[in-house]
């Protein structure tokens, strides 16, 4: 997934970034309002981790921008302000969550996964597609009930086709959500891991497909593939 941090404080915005890649994310970093708001106004984001003092302007007046133009991007508040007010605050100014700073970051970690669960339509903590199964927070995938060693990449590719079975990603998709404004990959690097993807979940019910000139879905077959 493609995550954009808005966070001005130097070694903050390193730890969160770091948090995220780790796990795989693509992680577009902006420190001011208007450099976050040139960012959202040419790349889609699965989440928006946003910080409410910038050196030029306040993290709610973007949030509000977001809002009016009708972004229903999940937002996640990280802030220094404890008060109930302050809470209130960006919670009806469209916020989704609100995290007080200094925070553990098993918590951040939880509280953006409830929101990509959110945004996926997902009740459940797993995603699975027939019986390939993918554990967001250890990170660990499953064909059925066995463990299936994946790299970092290939996981969170994953993770973008188990998370809307059917739906057909195209290559250009996928760029975006797996790779950040500074580590930009060729198309080439997407047919690399659909053909790695295939090979180490061969034998699946879950069938990641090719359509000629539109991309990639994952759907489940009948009956697992011999």
Request: aromatic share 6%.
């Amino acid at each position: 997934m493609r995550i954009l941090v808005v966070e001005d404080t130097e070694d903050v915005g390193e730890a969160v970034v770091g948090a995220f890649t780790r796990l795989g994310h693509a992680v577009d970093w902006q420190k001011t309002r208007a450099g976050s708001a040139d960012a959202l106004a040419v790349q889609d984001y699965a989440l928006i981790v946003l910080d409410i003092n910038l050196p030029d302007g306040s993290g709610f007046d973007l949030l509000a921008e977001i809002r009016s133009k009708g972004l229903q991007t999940p937002v996640l508040v990280l802030t220094a302000r404890a008060l109930v007010d302050d809470r209130v605050d960006a919670l009806d100014t469209g916020a989704d969550d609100y995290l007080v700073k200094p925070f553990d970051f098993r918590e951040l970690e939880a509280r953006a996964r409830a929101l990509l669960r959110r945004r996926q339509g997902s009740a459940t903590t797993t995603l699975s597609a027939g019986n390939v199964v993918l554990d967001p927070r250890s990170r660990a995938v499953t064909l059925d009930g066995r463990p299936v060693e994946l790299t970092r990449r290939e996981i969170a590719l994953l993770e973008i086709l188990i998370g809307q079975p059917d739906r057909v990603f195209s290559k250009s998709d996928l760029l975006d959500q797996l790779y950040g404004f500074e580590n930009e990959a060729g198309p080439n690097a997407i047919e690399l891991y659909i053909g790695r993807l295939r090979k180490k979940l061969a034998g699946a019910s879950a069938e990641i497909r090719t359509l000629r000139g539109m991309g990639y879905q994952i759907v489940v077959n009948k009956a697992p593939r011999a």
